[in-house]
């Protein structure tokens, strides 16, 4: 391994540090309207952002081109503009950057530690078997198949994944809302995917290197992420890039504890306007029941943002992994 690790697309400021910028992101994925949930990730990452004077970048997570839609991609800009979230850089685009994931893929390939893997997710779900709510730990199958071996599998019409070697290095960190975090990447990740059989990059590899590129110091998104975030750090060792503070917030769940979902259309805009009438009424109900606000008076993100501070919204905040939609 070299001993200075290649850049790609870097800002020189890429996480908080004292008299640096801070920018977050809003990063949604064109599947579907909006839903309480995705509002409330935004809204928190608004409110961090702007509280500390900084800026926001809007991204668009376009990487699944099956499930995007074009009419999302505009509906979800129009969607931040009703609620008075705005943005001030971007839109960027995932299906503009495949040049800069193949210049950090290219990166980890020369250095060895990225390798074909032709396990279908019924091969990973019997080797592994998680329980309930776990992610499987690949057990590396693929990772020291001979080039006979390779061959064999690629005769047989397997088209090959690619996954990145992990070592035995514990990734840690200090998460704003939900504190000391950490993993073992070996034991409790395995090697992770950074291209798709399909070709198309994996979120990890994507979401790190935009991340680096659009100058993100400051990443608020919802706790299901939270277990993704050392293997995104170990990415930002390997190509030499800065580690963004995070900040995890609860989900909002509906009835028997089942996350809100785009599929299921659960708490979407459409219905939260029929609902509450105003994108006010809106955002000042979401801010209350999330401890984001003392109460779930109509508000603008602006007026949120005047009595806003990350400590009190700490204080308030009535669990850090679920809340129930209301």
Same mark, same amino acid.
């Given at each position: 391994?070299?001993?200075?690790?290649?850049q %790609?697309g870097?800002?020189?400021?890429?996480?908080?540090? !004292?008299?640096?910028?801070?920018?977050?992101?809003?990063?949604?994925?064109?599947?579907?309207?909006?839903?309480?949930?995705?509002v409330? &990730? @935004? #809204?928190?990452?608004?409110? %961090?952002?702007?509280?500390?004077g900084g800026?926001?970048?809007?991204?668009?997570?376009d990487?699944?081109?099956?499930?995007?839609?074009?009419?999302?991609?505009?509906?979800?800009?129009?969607?931040?503009e @009703?609620?008075? #979230?705005y943005?001030?850089?971007?839109p960027?685009? *995932?299906?503009?950057?495949?040049?800069a994931?193949?210049? @950090?893929?290219?990166i980890?390939?020369? +250095?060895?530690?990225?390798? =074909?893997?032709?396990? /279908?997710?019924?091969?990973?779900l019997? !080797?592994?078997?998680?329980?309930?709510?776990?992610k499987?730990?690949?057990p590396?199958?693929?990772?020291?198949?001979? &080039?006979?071996?390779?061959?064999e599998?690629?005769?047989?019409? +397997?088209?090959?994944?690619?996954?990145?070697?992990?070592?035995?290095?514990?990734?840690?960190? !200090?998460?704003a809302? *939900?504190? =000391?975090?950490?993993?073992?990447?070996?034991?409790?990740c395995?090697?992770?995917l950074?291209r $798709?059989?399909?070709?198309?990059? @994996?979120?990890?590899? !994507?979401?790190? %290197?935009?991340?680096?590129?659009?100058?993100? /110091?400051?990443?608020?998104?919802? %706790?299901?992420?939270?277990?993704s975030?050392p293997?995104?750090m170990? #990415?930002?060792?390997?190509?030499?890039?800065?580690?963004?503070?995070y &900040?995890?917030?609860?989900?909002?769940?509906?009835?028997r504890?089942? $996350?809100?979902?785009?599929?299921?259309?659960?708490a979407?805009?459409?219905?939260?306007?029929e $609902?509450?009438?105003? =994108? *006010?009424?809106?955002?000042?109900?979401i &801010?209350?029941? /999330?401890?984001?606000?003392?109460s779930d008076? =109509?508000?603008?993100p602006?007026?949120l943002l005047?009595?806003?501070?990350?400590? *009190?919204?700490?204080?308030r905040?009535?669990?850090?992994?679920?809340?129930?939609?209301?």
């Amino acid at each position: 391994m070299p001993a200075q690790p290649k850049q %790609v697309g870097c800002h020189s400021s890429g996480s908080e540090s !004292a008299g640096a910028p801070v920018v977050g992101r809003f990063a949604p994925s064109p599947t579907g309207r909006m839903h309480a949930g995705n509002v409330y &990730a @935004a #809204l928190a990452a608004w409110l %961090v952002a702007k509280s500390k004077g900084g800026r926001i970048v809007l991204r668009i997570e376009d990487l699944d081109r099956e499930r995007s839609k074009t009419a999302y991609i505009d509906q979800v800009q129009r969607d931040f503009e @009703a609620l008075g #979230l705005y943005w001030d850089e971007g839109p960027y685009f *995932q299906h503009d950057r495949d040049e800069a994931y193949h210049a @950090a893929f290219d990166i980890l390939s020369e +250095r060895g530690l990225i390798y =074909p893997c032709y396990c /279908t997710r019924a091969d990973l779900l019997a !080797a592994s078997a998680p329980h309930r709510g776990e992610k499987p730990v690949y057990p590396g199958t693929c990772r020291h198949l001979s &080039a006979e071996e390779r061959a064999e599998r690629e005769a047989g019409g +397997r088209a090959p994944a690619m996954r990145l070697m992990v070592d035995e290095r514990e990734l840690s960190l !200090a998460d704003a809302i *939900q504190g =000391p975090y950490g993993q073992q990447l070996k034991r409790d990740c395995g090697d992770f995917l950074v291209r $798709r059989s399909d070709g198309a990059f @994996a979120y990890q590899l !994507a979401v790190v %290197v935009d991340d680096a590129a659009q100058g993100v /110091t400051s990443v608020v998104r919802g %706790v299901d992420l939270l277990c993704s975030t050392p293997q995104q750090m170990y #990415l930002q060792e390997l190509l030499g890039l800065p580690h963004p503070t995070y &900040a995890h917030v609860p989900l909002l769940i509906g009835e028997r504890d089942r $996350r809100l979902s785009k599929r299921d259309k659960d708490a979407s805009l459409e219905e939260l306007l029929e $609902r509450f009438r105003t =994108p *006010q009424a809106i955002v000042g109900h979401i &801010a209350g029941i /999330t401890g984001l606000a003392e109460s779930d008076e =109509p508000a603008t993100p602006e007026e949120l943002l005047g009595r806003f501070s990350l400590e *009190q919204f700490l204080g308030r905040i009535p669990d850090l992994v679920q809340i129930p939609w209301r």
